[in-house]
Structure formats: C-alpha cells, structure tokens
C-alpha cells in the first residue's frame, strides 16, 4: 500500500503563486509515475500534470508554461508549483501514483493512477 498526503493549498489573487507538496509512504518502491488532478463540484476529475520515474513530465495544454511538476525521489515528495493562477484553476487538486508510464499526447488518466490523496483545496479569486 502507498499512502499520499497533500498539502499547500489555499486562497490566492489571480496572478497569484502556490506550491502544493504530496509526500508519499508506504511501498513507495511500486511507484512508477505519479500526477495532479483537480476536479470542481460536478466534473470528473482532470489530469493536470504527471511525471514518471525517469522524469518525463505531461502536462494539461491549459497549464503548459505557468505549472511545473517534481518530484524528489530521495524523500518521496511530489510537488506542483503553481504560477500566474487563475480563477479556472480553482478546484480540489489531488496526488496521485501509480505503477505504468506516462501515456502519448499528454494525457494523463485517472484510471492509470491507483493511489490516491485525500485532496487539498486550491482557491483563485479574481
């Protein structure tokens, strides 16, 4: 089992900065790739970003260029630096891993994810 805790969500103006962190335990050595997804009340949730252990990194097209995603593998820590945020990127964002590779054409599936955190809340307001 692998256990994901998110953290450093929050409110923020548009234009606005945050780092969100998800520190893995468990059986970390099973994990292959891990990912953001953010979902808002009545939607799906939708791959933000995604990287895998040989650093290869997907983004959603909407977030190219303004989100970045790491990980350092030392302390099993994902992070997901947020820049220039807007208020559509409000939502609950959520860590999650898993065992395959990063999918072709930057996209990034809930189903090829089979850990996940509980979720941290991230809030822009214009």
């Known amino acids: 089992q692998v256990q994901l805790v998110e953290s450093g969500g929050g409110s923020v103006q548009d234009g606005g900065s945050l780092r969100l962190s998800c520190a893995a335990s468990?059986?970390?050595?099973?994990?292959?790739?891990m990912a953001w997804f953010r979902q808002v009340p009545g939607n799906e949730r939708e791959g933000v970003a995604a990287i895998d252990n040989d650093r290869r990194t997907s983004y959603l097209d909407a977030m190219k260029g303004r989100f970045t995603i790491s990980k350092d593998n030392a302390k099993n820590i994902l992070y997901l630096q947020m820049n220039s945020l807007k208020p559509d990127d409000t939502g609950m964002y959520y860590c999650?891993?898993?065992?395959?590779?990063?999918?072709?054409?930057?996209?990034?599936?809930?189903?090829?994810?089979?850990?996940w955190g509980q979720g941290t809340q991230v809030t822009v307001s214009s």
């Open positions: 468990g059986s970390t050595y099973s994990i292959y790739s």
């Open positions: 999650a891993a898993g065992w395959n590779g990063l999918r072709a054409g930057n996209r990034i599936l809930a189903a090829d994810f089979g850990y």
